[in-house]
């Protein structure tokens, strides 16, 4: 008998990168800085990340900027982080649009600053028609979140009990018309999910990394994408190289 369905063969290189950007505070610690000056190198060092997916050929960028659960530190840093945000946005975009990226966002706009929301407005407006890397800015973003915006919007668009697959709660999903991520990079050594694209990430790759986000060069991301590359992703399958054990 032979077995059918073998797995694909996946590319070396993620379609998909999503990035938990951790450890901007404890950068900030270990020089005597405050927190905020960690958040500040943060976004330099996304600059630099994001010109290197452009240049690996990456075609999908995912980053977590800020959670719903973010929301419960004090007042000053999330005021800070509001901050330095708009001041992103404000100061990127000509660049970041001249790289021919197209951003997207991720999350609810609704709590954000008047001016942070006419700021991700205008750059997904602005953006739209690049086609070099989609970059989804995962901002006031949370994944149960995400999950209960497409419950209520499908009870709402009376969809049927039957209905209901996989592919139609995608499509109701903040990252709709976007693959799942390959890769999921977190930095700093944390070994959670912290509530980032719990539906997305089923058949994800991880990489963790003891280095701080403002620390995560290019160089630490080309080792992520070769570490990427000697994987061996099954999808719950078994390797085409193994149906002859299996057969005997
Ligand atoms: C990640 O860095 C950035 C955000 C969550 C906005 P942290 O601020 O979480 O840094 P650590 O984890 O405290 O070092
Ligand atoms: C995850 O980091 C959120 C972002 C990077 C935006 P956190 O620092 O908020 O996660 P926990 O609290 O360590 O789980
Ligand atoms: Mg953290």
């Not at 958040?39 to 990456?58: D, M, P, S």
């Not at 530190?73 to 197209?102: A, N, S, T, Y």
């Not at 407006?125 to 949370?142: K, M, P, S």
């Not at 709402?156 to 976007?178: M, N, Q, R, S």
Request: proline letters at 5%; hydrophobic letters at 35%.
């Amino acid at each position: 008998m032979t077995l059918k369905a073998p797995v694909a063969p996946s590319s070396t290189v993620p379609q998909h990168i999503a990035i938990i950007m951790d450890g901007n505070g404890r950068w900030a610690r270990k020089r005597g800085l405050p927190r905020l000056a960690g958040h500040k190198a943060g976004t330099e060092n996304l600059r630099r990340i994001i010109k290197a997916c452009v240049e690996f050929g990456i075609k999908y960028l995912t980053i977590y900027a800020f959670s719903t659960e973010n929301w419960g530190r004090p007042p000053e840093e999330v005021d800070g982080l509001m901050r330095i945000l708009e001041d992103v946005i404000e100061h990127e975009l000509k660049e970041l649009d001249r790289q021919g990226v197209q951003i997207h966002h991720l999350g609810q706009l609704d709590r954000l600053s008047p001016k942070l929301q006419k700021g991700v407005l205008e750059a997904v407006e602005q953006t739209r028609n690049n086609d070099r890397l989609v970059l989804n800015v995962a901002l006031n973003y949370g994944g149960r979140d995400e999950i209960i915006h497409a419950f209520r919007q499908m009870l709402a668009d009376g969809v049927k009990p039957e209905e209901v697959t996989v592919e139609l709660v995608g499509k109701y999903l903040y990252t709709v018309g976007i693959p799942d991520p390959d890769l999921i990079i977190r930095t700093s050594g944390e070994l959670r999910i912290s509530n980032f694209m719990i539906w997305q990430a089923a058949y994800a790759e991880w990489y963790v990394t003891p280095t701080y986000w403002p620390d995560f060069g290019r160089e630490e991301l080309r080792k992520a994408l070769d570490e990427y590359a000697s994987r061996d992703r099954r999808f719950g399958k078994v390797d085409s190289s193994e149906y002859g054990e299996i057969n005997g």
